[in-house]
């Protein structure tokens, strides 16, 4: 591990023109904003589109398309949780965004990794962040103080979460069967209400299948796969959409004043991911294939061609806190504000808040009998 010194030298800062503090960049008006003189330099704009790459040429030339996020990135590693996290001043290490730990091993300098191609820039600013959070713990019933702490004591950290998006077009041979609706009349007897047997007669509903076989094809854009393990899936789908429609060419300059995790799923293993997630949808074409009024799908195998991928950052607020051992997380989509987090339940509110009932309940019989 490098020691701190030699990072520091190796740190490029965005100095302001005005007082020579560090800039940061400021979700408001999307300008690196220094936080002392107030003064805004704009982001220079590059004429570059977001662009795939070839996932088979990657494969095959892995190390040559390795860089970091930054000339001058470092990175720390939480030992609470092993997250990483890379930064740039004014930026610090403080505590880790996904556990809530004081971070107190040294920063070094960044590993090389998949440079991203296009990163999703802040749009909701902290006290706007905060200030969700607030409404959404404000409507969560019987939530511990732990909780209400994290929005009105400890600060919300700004992250960008590294994904894989990608795109390929798939090609699926499938046997399977077709059923398809029948009906006939059956006879049958019941005790009517005198007593009597009775002869009826219904329609019963069967199914005749069929032997079948194809091939359906689909292309799929954009497939979006989270790159962390530090953060829940369920919790990250909760936060889309994302408008990745306005993604915009990756510049270092949006990573001033926040923090972004290394993924911890690589580009192979996010493809896996990919995968699971377009099977669903080949399955229901299969079946629309299949057609008739039921399906059977015995057996399907999808090929996968045109592969591309993009690394992309999106951002998101984040703040841990610990209830009884356990590590919970509320997240903010720095786009759209959406909030969704998790929580535990005080036993002791919930405690009170029956035994309150009951007194209440027992004076009202109380009085009411007296």
């Known amino acids: 591990m490098e020691s701190q010194p030699n990072v520091q030298q190796k740190i490029h800062r965005y100095a302001c023109p005005g007082c020579a503090a560090d800039l940061a960049f400021e979700p408001k008006d999307g300008t690196l904003t220094c936080p002392y003189c107030g003064r805004s330099e704009a982001i220079a704009q590059s004429e570059e589109q977001v662009e795939e790459r070839s996932y088979e040429q990657y494969l095959h030339a892995q190390s040559s398309q390795m860089t970091t996020l930054a000339p001058s990135a470092i990175e720390v590693k939480c030992e609470g949780c092993g997250a990483t996290t890379s930064f740039a001043p004014p930026e610090v290490a403080g505590d880790c965004p996904f556990c809530g730990r004081t971070i107190v091993a040294q920063p070094r300098s960044a590993n090389p990794l998949v440079a991203p191609e296009g990163v999703l820039p802040f749009q909701v600013a902290q006290d706007q962040a905060r200030d969700g959070i607030k409404k959404w713990i404000a409507s969560r019933w019987f939530a ?25 077009h798939t090609t699926t041979p499938y046997r399977g069967q077709r059923g398809e609706h029948y009906y006939v009349t059956e006879t049958y007897t019941e005790t009517d209400a005198q007593g009597k047997q009775v002869t009826k ?167 009411t009998n007296k």
């Not at 732990?146 to 795109?167: F, N």
């Not at 292309?219 to 306005?246: C, G, M, Y």
Request: glycine share 6%.
């Open 144 to 168: 511990p103080n732990a909780l209400k702490r994290l929005a009105y004591q400890q600060p919300i950290g700004g992250v960008y979460i590294p994904y894989w998006t990608y795109d390929t």
């Open 201 to 367: 007669t219904r329609q019963v509903r069967k199914t005749r299948w069929y032997p079948c076989s194809g091939t359906v094809s689909r292309w799929f854009d954009d497939v979006l796969v989270p790159a962390t393990k530090s953060v829940a899936i369920n919790r990250l789908n909760a936060l889309e959409p994302w408008d990745l429609n306005l993604l915009k060419p990756y510049e270092p300059a949006y990573l001033a004043g926040h923090k972004a995790q290394r993924y911890e799923v690589d580009l192979a293993g996010g493809f896996e991911t990919a995968k699971t997630i377009m099977d669903p949808k080949i399955q229901s074409d299969i079946r629309s294939d299949i057609g008739g009024d039921e399906q059977r799908i015995d057996s399907y195998k999808t090929a996968y061609s045109g592969i591309t991928f993009k690394h992309i950052l999106l951002p998101v607020y984040i703040g841990a806190y610990r209830f009884r051992e356990k590590v919970y997380q509320v997240m903010v989509n720095a786009r759209t504000g959406e909030v969704t987090g998790d929580r535990p339940y005080s036993f002791w509110k919930i405690f009170l808040f029956i035994l309150t009932i009951i007194v209440v309940i027992g004076l009202i019989v109380y009085f």
